[in-house]
């Protein structure tokens, strides 16, 4: 099975931007591994954020944004807030089946 | 209101199976794929298989094949996720997940909590 990495940890300033990427142990992410991006606040369930590489939600803020970025999918934040202080996950699609990263915990300080 | 309503905590011993639940409510049940995750205390998301509702197709993760089973039953607007030969390395929060919009994952449930011990 395909291993999918992240960045354990990274930390950010309220305001300012951050990048999150996603890699895929069988090559480059591309559009046809659809990624997904969901956002883990403690004791709650994940929500999505971004899906097919750069959709949004109706509920996902506008600072988020969604890419491929050298042959990885990348969640940008544009502007952190408090509020986005979190675990996020990617998700990729391996010819029908799914495998999520291993998680970025975001900080916001 | 569209929801996935989960049933109650498990507490199983070490080579059982466990089955659990999501009962769907406010969208057509059998339009999309639903699926099931898990996550271990303090660990990742694990993604465990789908099943698509209308045509009763089914696909699992290599790490979990042959321990688990996805069906549904459409009379019911349910699914169920079984897992066999539980060991404590299953103690997780199992959650289904469905589409009802946009994406695959648009809706979750609350998770079940299950718990494996002797």
């Known amino acids: 099975q395909a291993v999918v990495t992240q960045e354990p940890s990274l930390t950010v300033s309220p305001g300012g931007t951050v990048t999150l990427t996603c890699g895929s142990s069988?090559?480059?992410?591309?559009?046809?591994?659809?990624p997904y991006w969901f956002q883990q606040q403690p004791g709650q369930a994940p929500r999505t954020l971004i899906y097919?590489?750069?959709d949004k939600h109706s509920w996902t803020p506008a600072r988020f944004s969604g890419s491929l970025l050298g042959g990885k999918a990348a969640l940008t934040l544009s502007g952190a807030q408090p509020e986005d202080e979190a675990d996020y996950y990617c998700?990729?699609?391996?010819?029908?089946?799914?495998?999520f990263g291993g998680g970025t915990k975001l900080t916001v300080l | 209101q569209v929801q996935l309503v989960q049933s109650g905590a498990e507490v199983k011993k070490p080579g059982a199976s466990v089955k659990l639940s999501c009962k769907a409510s406010?969208?057509?049940?059998?339009?999309?794929?639903l699926h099931w995750v898990r996550q271990a205390p303090g660990q990742r998301l694990e993604w465990l298989g789908w099943?698509?509702?209308?045509?009763?197709?089914?696909q699992y993760s290599q790490n979990f094949q042959g321990r688990v089973t996805i069906t549904r039953d459409t009379s019911a607007s349910t699914a169920y996720m079984e897992l066999s030969s539980l060991s404590s390395e299953d103690t997780a929060v199992y959650y289904c997940?469905?589409?009802?919009?946009?994406?695959?994952?648009?809706?979750w449930g609350k998770g079940t909590v299950v718990t494996v011990s002797s």
């Open positions: 997940a469905t589409k009802t919009g946009g994406s695959d994952f648009d809706i």
């Open positions: 406010g969208y057509t049940f059998t339009k999309y794929f």
């Open positions: 099943i698509h509702v209308g045509n009763d197709n089914t």
């Open positions: 069988t090559g480059a992410v591309t559009s046809g591994h659809y």
């Open positions: 097919d590489t750069s």
């Open positions: 998700l990729i699609y391996y010819s029908g089946a799914r495998v």
